[in-house]
């Protein structure tokens, strides 16, 4: 089992010491892999619900560091950590220079970037930078994958699609990685994972949130179900990666079993979750360990390092 914690992207820790900090504490603990979230821009206005929040707001108000850009400087400051984004919002960008910026990390990385990806859900956030059309987000993404795993395989290379066109070509460097970096698909309805089976090396949900609970008992249908696409598309399920995204809510106490969501209770109690959903299949597991202050950030990481990561096994 690989563990993995998120970079703050808003809020009084996403500032050069405190990434810089979070990211260099959990390298020297352990720790596989580091995830950021994507937000460009927050219009005032917003009718769209948050999926992952029951009061359906986003809790950030526009404070959000550019996901690309700070994958790129904490490369630069780490030796060994690899990065997801979590997820990376296809249709935010245009996918030629995505894949140019994705190739360029991974090669000054020396190849440990991981491509998760999503279709997005702020509406205005869409309009506010032209992106295509939202209510087509999907078949977009599908096609900027596509042009991505194009433009990191081939050279030259053309791609006339239904929403985007170009080439012969050339795009060099291409990525360290290969084929290519790994993609691995956000999302746990149908379209999504339909969206695993035909174009993603992984799955990537996220769960443990009163909307998405994905309880091992809900998530055994959903394995059954994508097992079950993926052999459709001639491509093979035990290849795939899963990796879930949990919240983690840890207290002083053991709690019951009627009162707790996955990863919350006694550390005891989540080290035993983490066993429970790599029985499941998940072999990599990524959680958020931001607090008020840096210092209780950095303790709450080497607490879960020290009492949950050597028990998870």
Same mark, same amino acid.
């Given at each position: ?11 009084? &820790? ?8 979070? +990211?260099?504490?959990? =390298? $020297? %603990?352990? /720790?596989?892999?580091?995830? *950021?979230?994507?937000h ?5 206005e ?6 992952y ?6 809790p950030?108000?526009?404070?959000? &560091?550019?996901q ?6 904490? +490369?630069?400051?780490? =030796? $060994? %950590?690899? /990065?997801?984004?979590?997820? *990376?919002?296809?249709?935010h ?6 894949a ?17 990806v ?5 509406a ?5 930078l ?55 698909i956000?999302g746990h ?9 035909r ?7 996220i ?12 998530l ?12 459709a ?9 899963l ?9 002083d106490?053991p ?59």
């Amino acid at each position: 089992m690989q563990f993995g914690f998120t970079l703050p992207v808003r809020g009084p &820790l996403a500032t050069h010491d405190g990434i810089v900090a979070i +990211a260099q504490n959990g =390298e $020297r %603990l352990g /720790f596989g892999f580091a995830t *950021m979230a994507d937000h460009i821009v927050f219009p005032t206005e917003v009718r769209s619900k948050y999926p992952y929040d029951a009061s359906g707001k986003h809790p950030s108000h526009g404070d959000a &560091l550019e996901q690309l850009s700070l994958m790129a400087f904490v +490369a630069g400051k780490t =030796e $060994r %950590l690899r /990065f997801v984004t979590s997820v *990376m919002i296809l249709p935010h960008r245009n996918p030629v220079l995505t894949a140019k910026m994705l190739a360029t990390i991974d090669v000054m990385s020396r190849g440990r970037v991981t491509v998760g990806v999503g279709v997005g859900w702020l509406a205005e956030e869409f309009q506010a930078l032209g992106a295509p059309d939202f209510a087509r987000r999907g078949e977009v993404s599908d096609e900027w994958i596509e042009i991505l795993k194009k433009l990191w395989t081939e050279s030259p290379v053309a791609h006339a699609g239904r929403h985007y066109r170009f080439g012969p070509l050339r795009a060099e460097p291409k990525p360290v990685q290969r084929p290519h970096p790994p993609i691995w698909i956000g999302g746990h309805s149908r379209a999504a994972l339909r969206r695993v089976a035909r174009h993603g090396d992984g799955w990537h949900p996220i769960g443990t949130v009163a909307t998405a609970p994905l309880r091992p008992q809900e998530l055994g249908p959903l394995l059954g179900e994508l097992e079950r696409l993926t052999a459709a598309e001639g491509r093979d399920f035990a290849k795939l990666t899963l990796s879930f995204v949990a919240r983690l809510r840890e207290s002083d106490r053991p709690l019951t079993e009627s009162e707790r969501m996955p990863f919350s209770g006694s550390l005891t109690q989540i080290a035993e979750d983490v066993r429970t959903y790599r029985k499941l299949g998940f072999s990599m597991i990524s959680t958020d360990f931001t607090r008020p202050t840096l210092a209780e950030t950095l303790e709450r990481m080497e607490r879960f390092a020290r009492e949950v990561m050597p028990h998870a096994q």
